[in-house]
């Protein structure tokens, strides 16, 4: 259970720093963040045992004694907000001047919600971001203006407030900082991920200034906010931060003040944060709006959250791989989150997260079609004529044999296998067992956000730490096909999918039912993937399914 804390003081008693008296059991202390210019202060628990803080102080400041129960009627004690839903557009929803007009258009077409409105970098902005500071590493200082990445931005944000009737001016600042940045990249041949981090945040920065003075434009109070400044409170990890509690009330707090006290629809930047350390810019990981918009979700208690892509919802399976792919009509925040962990790009990986915790339902819904009803994302659904809701693939993963040399007995043997992945910060994916062997997939966004050099040599001495217990057979260019559904009939889903990929000529060479008992995995050669996925696609979804009916006889 995690809660959070706060209080005000007056600006002149602000506290430069506090602690906490008799600590809860170490690790409770999740994050703590001071927000000077609302006199707040927040801080950030997460409850694990009986013991608890009896007591916070703050240095140089009005003491505040805080006894658990109180802190707890504060912590929860949030006036329910005027505002109503949020609407996260992604980038292709918002990639130029004519579709920004169809969203606004959209947005306007329900006057009866009061919007939260969370955008990301028009288009391929970031992709695009990423690729100049790359080419700038190297290309020399008087070659950044060149940069073909670099006039792309330009032109498209220049262009996009011209079609719109909107002042350049909007983005030069932001263009021009952009540049200098570029050139900054250039002088010290470094692109750090802190910088790349800044350097992305531009196309949230941009995109939504443009979208705010659009709406005002045409008579609609709009305010544009940055993440960042408004209480989005991260990790340190640049490029893949995790949002931390003291985010809920700050976020609550400036959105509902400055609803209160002047109305005007809140265009957020998505993707972007602040880290609690450092202070500078973080973003959440590639497609982390989706977490933006859950994140303001459950901070003000909304009544919906809607995601609005390119598609018709979340679909059975890629569309990329398989055109054939139908939307999925409902699913539960446990089946999104799966589907989205082992590699589905329609949602972040963890944005049910907030969603599941405030309990707050979510809509994909289609901003090129906006009739589709979409999918509808809730706690609980209707299970009893489920079997398999979508099947995702996630290629290029590396999978690890580990037989066990018998030094160790089973349990210390597992126990070390983990502890080495542990200590090399290497997450690992799909899991199978028995009592001397173990094979397991290593997690591709982690392991391969870093340098190739690094790669190679991180899993050689994973290699080799392992090599120390036990025999170890690397495989690489696997693919995990993961069957999301109801892990209740996994009889059948098993019987269905080995038919299928035995008449296939595929052979698997791992299997693990998820603990979360709503997916099934199935490790393949890559070459070989995309075949089955379209094959499982057409027996699963694409022909009756008659055992289903027996089961439920039998049940
Ligand atoms: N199971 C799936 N359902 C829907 N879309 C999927 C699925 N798997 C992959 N996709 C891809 O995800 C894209 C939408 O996600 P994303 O590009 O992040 O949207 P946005 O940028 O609008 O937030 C779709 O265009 C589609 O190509
Ligand atoms: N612009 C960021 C964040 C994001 O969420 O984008 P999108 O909603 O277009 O996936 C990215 O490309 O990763």
Redesign the pocket.
């Known amino acids: 259970m995690s809660a959070s804390l706060r209080f005000s003081a007056p600006s002149h008693s602000f506290p430069k720093q506090i602690s906490l008296e008799r600590q809860w059991p170490s690790g409770t202390l999740l994050s703590f963040a001071a927000f000077r210019p609302l006199n707040s202060l927040c801080i950030s628990l997460r409850r694990c045992g009986e013991s608890g803080v009896s007591r916070v102080s703050c240095q140089g400041g009005n003491v505040d004694v805080i006894q658990r129960d109180e802190f707890e009627a504060v912590s929860f004690g949030e006036p329910e907000s005027q505002l109503t839903c949020v609407m996260?557009?992604?980038?292709?929803?918002v990639a130029s001047a004519e579709r920004m007009r169809e969203v606004a258009d959209l947005i306007l077409s329900f006057p009866n919600e009061k919007p939260v409105i969370v955008l990301?970098a028009m288009g391929k902005t970031t992709n695009k971001l990423l690729l100049a500071g790359e080419k700038a590493v190297s290309c020399g200082v008087t070659n950044v203006d060149g940069l073909e990445e670099l006039s792309f931005i330009k032109d498209l944000h220049h262009r996009t407030a011209d079609e719109l009737g909107v002042e350049r001016s909007i983005v030069d600042g932001h263009l021009e900082v952009l540049e200098q940045l570029l050139k900054g990249i250039a002088m010290m041949k470094e692109l750090t991920l802190r910088t790349k981090d800044y350097l992305v945040s531009f196309g949230e920065c941009m995109s939504t200034r443009l979208f705010a003075a659009y709406l005002n434009k045409i008579g609609v109070n709009a305010r544009q906010y940055d993440a960042f400044e408004i209480g989005f409170i991260t990790t340190d990890d640049f490029t893949n931060a995790d949002i931390l509690e003291a985010t809920y009330p700050a976020v609550a707090k400036r959105l509902n003040n400055d609803w209160n006290s002047d109305p005007a629809i809140p265009i957020v930047t998505g993707f972007l944060g602040k880290g609690w350390r450092s202070g500078a810019i973080t973003t959440l990981g590639r497609?982390g709006?989706?977490l933006t918009a859950t994140t303001i979700g459950k901070a003000l208690g909304l009544r919906e959250i809607q995601?609005?892509?390119?598609?018709d919802?979340?679909?059975?399976?890629?569309?990329?791989i398989y055109p054939h792919?139908e939307p999925v009509p409902y699913l539960t925040f446990d089946e999104a989150a799966e589907?989205a962990y082992f590699g589905?790009?329609?949602?972040h990986p963890q944005s049910m997260r907030p969603a599941r915790e405030g309990d707050i339902p979510v809509r994909v819904k289609n901003?090129y079609n906006p009739n589709a009803p979409g999918t509808l994302i809730t706690r609980n659904r209707d299970m009893s004529k489920a079997v398999l809701t979508?099947i995702?693939l996630k290629r290029n993963v590396t999978m690890l044999d580990i037989v066990s040399t018998r030094m160790l007995g089973q349990f210390g043997f597992l126990a070390k296998v983990f502890s080495i992945f542990e200590d090399l910060g290497i997450s690992v994916d799909v899991v199978a067992t028995s009592e001397v062997s173990i094979s397991l997939t290593l997690d591709p966004s982690k392991l391969w956000s870093r340098e190739l050099i690094q790669q190679a040599s991180e899993l050689d001495h994973v290699v080799q730490e392992l090599e120390r217990i036990a025999v170890v057979n690397l495989l690489q260019h696997r693919s995990i096909i993961s069957l999301i559904g109801n892990v209740q009939r996994s009889s059948l889903i098993l019987e269905k999918a080995f038919h299928v990929l035995r008449a296939n000529g595929v052979n698997v060479q791992m299997i693990s039912q998820g603990a979360s008992k709503v997916n099934i995995s199935l490790i393949v050669h890559d070459n070989e993937a995309e075949q089955c996925v379209r094959a499982l696609h057409s027996t699963f979804f694409e022909s009756d399914l008659p055992e289903l009916d027996r089961c439920d006889s039998a049940n």
């Open positions: 996260k557009f992604g980038g292709s929803s990301s497609g709006s989706d995601v609005w892509k390119d598609v919802g979340v679909l059975t399976c890629d569309p990329n792919a589907l589905a790009q329609v949602l901003s979508s995702v």
